[in-house]
Each structure stands twice: as structure tokens, then as C-alpha cells.
């Protein structure tokens, strides 16, 4: 069974810094990595797809993927109160649209 | 664009008894897969339908059966629920094997 592996967390950071959220996979033949964030109580909302090894921005989130040591990362600039959730690393494996996630890594952002 | 859309979003039910859970996808996406989430387990993929085909199906007994029509909405049935089966489930829609977007979820109580 292919695996993608986070800390749990929780993660605490304070208002304003970067949050830092890692992710490892065991699956080489992965291409696509996905970064959704889960509110309690709620489903998942992607927050950013990244393909190709490097760095991917959108706003206060950078994605970053190193295919070689099988890690996927989320920066979270100036973390806000609202930015506290389970954030759920996923990538593609094992057939047609099959999403493998990770744990979920709990931040909490304090004021 | 509408999301995707789940129905019911809260159900309550005894073991023994099955349960059918629908989910539209947002328009035009052909692709529809389905997750089970719980505490314990996580996020796991259960199985994909795309143009009325299950393409791929996950590690579950065979209790947990679905479906897709021809205007693209899904259901997903539970025969003979057990206690366990108690989670939130979700529907993701795609357009093809890229990027999922997740209804709001149902939330399944077996009592």
C-alpha cells in the first residue's frame, strides 16, 4: 500500500509567522500532489495542486515538491487566526483518480 | 459554476438497515469518486465512476456498491450497515484524472 506520511501536529504558530507543513510519499511513479485545507466539521477545500519539482505560489501559500527525496511542503506567510485547520496532503496512486492522503496536520495559529 | 452538491447531508440509521447517498457533480466534470472519512482511518478512497464506468475501487467489502448516470450523478449504496460504517462520506468531482473538488459531505450515524 503507497503511503503519504504527515505529522500530526498540532502544529502552533503565532500570528503573522510562517507556518511550515511537510509531507513524504512513498509511491516514485506519483506525479501530482494536491494540498487541501479541513475546517472541523467540514470537508475538504483545495488550496493548491503542484506538478512539477519546485517551488509553486499563490498568495500567502508556497507549495514545494522535491521528487527525488519524495517530499511535498506548504508555507503559510503572515498566518492568520482563520489559517487554523487540518491541513491533508494527497497525491494520485494506485489507478484512475484514486487520492491517497496523508494524517492531516493540525494548525493552530494564535493571536 | 455550482459545487458539488451531496444528499442527504446528515443521516441516522440502525445496523442491519442500507443507506443510498447521492452526489452531483459540478457541471461538465464526467468523474466521480467517493471517500469515507473517520477519525480512525482517515481519508479513503472507495471507489470512481466516470461516464457511468467504475474505473477503480478501493480495499471495501462489497456492501459498499455505486453508481453514476448518464447526466453524471452518483450514488453510493451501504448494504447491511454496521456500527463501523458511521463516518462522514465524501463525493469529489473532476473532470478527468486532475484535480478533485469535494462536496460538503453526508454524515452517516449507524446506531
Known amino acids: 500500500q503507497k503511503e503519504v506520511e504527515q505529522n500530526s501536529g498540532p502544529l502552533s504558530v503565532p500570528e503573522g509567522a510562517i507556518a511550515s507543513l511537510n509531507c513524504t510519499y512513498s509511491?516514485?511513479?506519483?506525479?501530482?500532489f494536491f494540498w487541501y485545507r479541513q475546517y472541523s466539521g467540514k470537508s475538504p477545500e483545495l488550496i493548491m495542486s503542484?506538478?512539477?519539482?519546485g517551488d509553486k505560489e499563490d498568495g500567502r501559500f508556497t507549495a514545494q515538491l522535491n521528487k527525488a527525496s519524495q517530499y511535498v511542503s506548504l508555507l503559510i506567510r503572515d498566518s492568520q487566526p482563520s489559517d487554523s485547520a487540518t491541513y491533508l496532503c494527497?497525491?494520485?496512486?494506485?489507478?484512475?483518480?484514486?487520492?491517497?492522503f496523508g494524517a492531516g496536520t493540525r494548525l493552530a495559529v494564535h493571536p | 459554476k455550482a459545487g458539488v452538491t451531496q444528499t442527504p447531508r446528515y443521516l441516522i440509521k440502525t445496523r442491519g438497515q442500507q443507506v443510498t447517498l447521492s452526489c452531483s457533480p459540478i457541471?461538465?466534470?464526467?468523474?466521480v469518486s467517493w471517500y469515507q472519512q473517520t477519525p480512525g482511518q482517515g481519508l479513503q478512497f472507495l471507489f470512481e465512476?466516470?461516464?457511468?464506468?467504475?474505473?477503480n475501487k478501493g480495499n471495501f467489502p462489497g456492501r459498499f456498491s455505486g453508481r453514476q448516470f448518464s447526466n453524471s450523478r452518483s450514488e453510493m449504496n451501504v448494504s447491511t450497515l454496521e456500527l463501523g460504517d458511521s463516518a462522514l462520506y465524501l463525493c469529489?468531482?473532476?473532470?478527468?484524472?486532475?484535480?478533485?473538488?469535494f462536496g460538503p459531505g453526508t454524515r452517516l450515524t449507524v446506531l
Open positions: 469529489a468531482s473532476s473532470l478527468a484524472q486532475d484535480t478533485q473538488y
Open positions: 509511491d516514485r511513479g506519483s506525479q501530482s
Open positions: 503542484i506538478y512539477s519539482n
Open positions: 494527497a497525491s494520485f496512486s494506485g489507478g484512475y483518480n484514486k487520492l491517497i
Open positions: 457541471s461538465g466534470h464526467r468523474s
Open positions: 465512476y466516470f461516464s457511468e464506468t467504475q474505473r
